[in-house]
Structure formats: C-alpha cells, structure tokens
C-alpha cells in the first residue's frame, strides 16, 4: 500500500475510481432495480461514436462521449416509449451502429490503436488532474438531480402506473433518468472502459440489493462496494502488473458471485427453519 503515497498518477487513479463508484451507486441502484441493463449498455456502447467522431475533428473525447451518450439515452428513451415491441432489436442495431461508426473514425485518427484499446477497457492509471474535476463536476450534476427529483425517480422507477395516477410526468423523469445514466456511463468509461461499464454500474448495486430493499440504503452500500473493489482492483493492478478495469471487474464480478450463493444459501436456511 506504500506505492499509493508513492506515486502521483496511483493516488490520481484511487480519486477516480471513488468518484466514479460514486455516480455508479447511485445510478447503478436504478438500473438494478428497473431492469435496464441492457438499456444502459446500448448507451454505453453508442459512446465510442462520439468519442471517434471527437477524435478524428480534434476536439475533447470526454465531450464527445458525453454528447453521444445523451443523444444516445434519448433516442433509446424514445424507442422505448414508442416502439416497445421491437425495443430489443432496435437498441441492440444502436449498440453496434454507435461502436462501428466509432471504430471507423478511429480507424482514420493517427495513433488509433492506443485509444482505441484504453476506451474500451479503460486506462484508469493516465487519468489526469483535469479529468477527475471534470468527474467530479458530472458527481454534482447526478447527484444533485436524482436528490431533487428523489421521489419522483424513485415512482417511475417501481410503478409508472400509479405515478401517472398521482400527476407524475412518467415520460419526462424517465428520459431525465436515462440521462443521468448517460452522464454515469461517461464517469466510468475512464476506468474500466466501454466494454466492461455495465458490468462496474451493475455488480455493486446488486450485491447490496442482496441485503438491502430500501432506494436510500442500497445506494451507499452499493457506492461503497464500488469503493472498496475500484480500490482493491487499482492495488492489485498494480501489484501484478495487469489490466486496472479488468482487474476491477474480476473484483466486483467474485464478490457478487460469491454473494449470491451466500444469499441464496441464507434464504434457503431461514426458510428451512421457518417451515421446520
């Protein structure tokens, strides 16, 4: 644990991965519970379109993530809302329109390899300075929408139907949400990279949707374990001079396992005793 005081770029790399477990926690929450992995994934892989585009006209990835990434969660928003029979089909085209459109800008960018490895796996370790106050700026803007609009998130997001009843404008918190999901997909795309994002938005809030089934709750636990495997996952990393985001991912990936058989043997036991 010393090289962590050590060394400047490792301390840059812990900053970024609990900012960004941050965002994940609490969106992640959401998307556990709604059901949207796949939804998410198709935004998370449209990203690498505007990061291309972004790449091959001069300008900042990172904003050419984050333009394709709401583009992308309002149009799948839209499909969703519209066109829900074929919803599944239609955003998986989007998923690999938005990377093949990506690749091919890439392609026609000097020094495309590099890049195009780091945005699909992450590079957590070249973080810069700049980059985590950019994070940090996208923190404040989820968490400070999903604590104003806290409850009617929280509606939209177990029951439309009675939302709706109650006056809730359904259709515009929900594309609000996928939104934020957007701006959660463009914090995690630094550390563990476009492929891997789902698994990182996912993994933590599962785990303590385990244990936990109250919205509050299961955010900070699942920031928390985001924390804790981002954490472990950097040290490891560079303890056996591996991948960070896979490392990250394989972390995140055993605990939940393990998780789920303990969960699942702790429910079969309590059940056993109820009915014996």
Same mark, same amino acid.
């Given at each position: 644990?010393?090289?962590?005081?050590?060394?400047?770029?490792?301390?840059?790399?812990?900053?970024?991965?609990?900012?960004?477990?941050?965002?994940?926690?609490?969106?992640?929450?959401?998307?556990?519970?709604?059901?949207?992995?796949?939804?998410?994934?198709?935004?998370?892989?449209?990203?690498?379109?505007?990061?291309?585009?972004?790449?091959?006209?001069?300008?900042?990835?990172?904003?050419?993530?984050?333009?394709?990434?709401?583009?992308?969660?309002?149009?799948?928003g839209w499909i969703k809302l519209r066109w829900q029979a074929?919803?599944?089909?239609?955003?998986?085209?989007?998923?690999?329109?938005?990377?093949?459109?990506?690749?091919? +800008?890439?392609?026609?960018?000097?020094?495309?390899?590099?890049?195009?490895?780091?945005?699909?796996?992450?590079?957590?370790?070249?973080?810069?300075?700049?980059?985590?106050?950019?994070?940090?700026?996208?923190?404040?803007?989820?968490?400070?929408?999903?604590?104003?609009?806290?409850?009617?998130?929280?509606?939209?997001?177990?029951?439309?139907? +009675?939302?709706?009843?109650?006056?809730?404008?359904?259709? +515009?918190?929900?594309?609000?949400?996928?939104?934020?999901?957007?701006?959660?997909?463009?914090?995690?795309?630094?550390?563990?990279?476009?492929?891997?994002?789902?698994?990182?938005?996912?993994?933590?809030?599962?785990?303590?949707?385990?244990?936990?089934?109250?919205?509050?709750?299961?955010?900070?636990?699942?920031?928390?374990?985001?924390?804790?495997?981002?954490?472990?996952?950097?040290?490891l990393s560079y303890v056996l001079d591996m991948p960070t985001?896979?490392?990250?991912?394989?972390?995140?990936?055993?605990?939940?396992?393990?998780?789920?058989?303990?969960?699942?043997?702790?429910?079969?036991?309590?059940?056993?005793?109820?009915?014996?």
């Amino acid at each position: 644990m010393d090289a962590f005081l050590e060394y400047g770029f490792l301390q840059t790399a812990l900053a970024a991965g609990l900012l960004a477990s941050i965002g994940c926690g609490v969106m992640g929450s959401y998307v556990v519970v709604k059901r949207i992995g796949y939804m998410a994934g198709g935004i998370s892989h449209s990203v690498l379109a505007g990061m291309g585009a972004a790449l091959f006209f001069g300008f900042s990835p990172m904003l050419g993530a984050l333009i394709a990434a709401l583009v992308a969660a309002l149009f799948i928003g839209w499909i969703k809302l519209r066109w829900q029979a074929q919803e599944d089909t239609l955003i998986g085209a989007m998923w690999a329109i938005g990377m093949s459109i990506g690749v091919l +800008f890439i392609s026609r960018t000097p020094g495309y390899s590099t890049d195009l490895m780091s945005y699909l796996f992450g590079n957590i370790l070249l973080v810069s300075r700049s980059q985590l106050w950019e994070m940090a700026a996208l923190n404040v803007l989820v968490i400070g929408m999903v604590l104003a609009f806290y409850r009617q998130f929280l509606a939209v997001s177990f029951d439309e139907e +009675f939302a709706r009843l109650r006056g809730v404008p359904v259709n +515009f918190f929900y594309l609000l949400f996928l939104c934020l999901v957007a701006l959660t997909v463009v914090l995690l795309v630094q550390v563990v990279g476009l492929i891997l994002v789902i698994a990182l938005l996912t993994l933590p809030a599962a785990i303590a949707g385990h244990y936990i089934h109250t919205m509050g709750r299961m955010m900070i636990l699942a920031s928390g374990l985001g924390m804790v495997f981002t954490s472990v996952g950097i040290w490891l990393s560079y303890v056996l001079d591996m991948p960070t985001g896979a490392i990250i991912i394989l972390v995140a990936g055993s605990c939940y396992l393990l998780s789920a058989l303990f969960s699942q043997w702790w429910r079969e036991r309590h059940s056993g005793s109820t009915a014996s």
